[in-house]
Nanobody, 115 residues
Framework: QVQLVQSGGGLVQPGGSLRLSCAASGRIFVITTMGWYRQAPGKERELVASITSSSSTNYADSVKGRFTISRDNAKNTVYLQLNSLEPEDTAVYYC?????????WGQGTQVTVSS
């Protein structure tokens, strides 16, 4: 079993920045893909960014050039740097990892972009 603990998030003004972290612990054999999803009120959960074990990245069009995903394999941690935040980025952000063929989710963290 793998546990994911998220940190970061909060309230930020438009144009501001935040950094989210997600640390995996427990019975870990191999983590392949790590990613971040978000869910805004009344909307479906959507992929924000993902990163493979070889550090190949993928981003939603809406965040390209503003968000950066990275990972520290030694710490089993994935990060999401959010820059140039917009009110439309307001959502609960969830990390997700694929470990030994199973997907695991973080507890979610609120990001609110408002003046």
């Amino acid at each position: 079993q793998v546990q994911l603990v998220q940190s970061g998030g909060g309230l930020v003004q438009p144009g501001g920045s935040l950094r989210l972290s997600c640390a995996a612990s427990g019975r870990i054999f191999v983590i392949t893909t790590m990613g971040w999803y978000r869910q805004a009120p009344g909307k479906e959960r959507e992929l924000v960014a993902s990163i493979t074990s070889s550090s190949s990245t993928n981003y939603a069009d809406s965040v390209k050039g503003r968000f950066t995903i990275s990972r520290d394999n030694a710490k089993n941690t994935v990060y999401l740097q959010l820059n140039s935040l917009e009110p439309e980025d307001t959502a609960v952000y969830y990390c997700n990892v694929l470990e030994n063929g199973r997907y695991y989710w973080g507890q979610g963290t609120q990001v609110t972009v408002s003046s």
